[in-house]
């Protein structure tokens, strides 16, 4: 069971914009930026957007994310077919004293 | 290049201890913080812990508290993760990752290519 909540899957068509939601408590987004990962099959995750809505270097700006209240959402636009990975929300839980991720989400370009 | 390079793959017994290293390069080891991470199959991302290579401060996920030791060695810019009494449902792939404030909260943005531990 993770401690924040995404949806186990999320899909589009290509050029579509599709977003996918983080959900945690006031231990944990309620108080802490929010960071998004990709992995793709068979490699190490990625930073793909950190403190909330900031963009790494080299990752492209159909990227983008927020956050408000206890609640994260990523939104990407323009969908690619190599867009098709694993998505997970992450933050620091001052409760639990931990770095917290979501389930992930699998993006899929139909 | 700035990366971080694990050791190889692992088959152990259960009950069994693995040690996994992590090799930086490319920056200055000591100017980051480091995580410890794992992927079991069909599994999201789980965290183990992380530690402060300057003074070697750790913290653990209660979890494993007590099963995982971190250390460093800042002459060869390697961390260690130690695993003890494996169990089947440790098969994973475990990742390090650095960060450049103590809990992430900036984001984990480097990692290493990752170790497959299997417990069988």
């Known amino acids: 069971q993770s401690v924040l909540t995404q949806p186990p899957s999320v899909s589009g068509t290509p050029g579509q914009r599709v977003t996918i939601s983080c959900s945690g408590t006031s231990s944990n987004i309620g108080g802490n930026p929010v960071n998004w990962y990709q992995q793709f099959p068979g490699a190490a995750p990625r930073l793909l957007i950190h403190r909330d809505s900031r963009r790494p270097s080299g990752v492209p700006d159909r990227f983008s994310g927020s956050r408000s209240g206890t609640s994260a959402s990523l939104a990407i636009s323009g969908l690619h077919s190599d867009d098709e990975s694993q998505i997970y929300c992450g933050t620091w839980d001052d409760g639990l004293n931990a770095l917290v991720f979501g389930g992930g989400t699998e993006l899929t370009v139909l | 290049q700035v990366q971080l390079v694990q050791s190889g793959a692992e088959v152990k017994k259960p009950g069994a201890s693995v040690t996994i290293s992590c090799t930086a390069s490319?920056?200055?080891?000591?100017?980051?913080?480091y995580h410890w991470l794992r992927r079991a199959p069909g599994q999201g991302l789980e965290w183990l812990g992380l530690?402060?290579?300057?003074?070697?401060?750790?913290t653990y996920a209660q979890r494993f508290q007590g099963r995982v030791t971190m250390t460093r060695d800042p002459a060869t810019a390697t961390l260690y993760i130690t695993v003890h009494s494996l169990r089947s449902n440790d098969t994973a792939t475990f990742y390090c990752?650095?960060?450049?404030?103590?809990?992430?909260?900036?984001?984990?943005?480097?990692w290493g290519q990752g170790t497959t531990v299997i417990v069988s």
């Open positions: 990752a650095r960060t450049d404030d103590y809990f992430g909260v900036d984001g984990l943005d480097v």
């Open positions: 530690i402060d290579p300057g003074r070697g401060d750790t």
């Open positions: 490319g920056f200055t080891f000591a100017n980051y913080n």
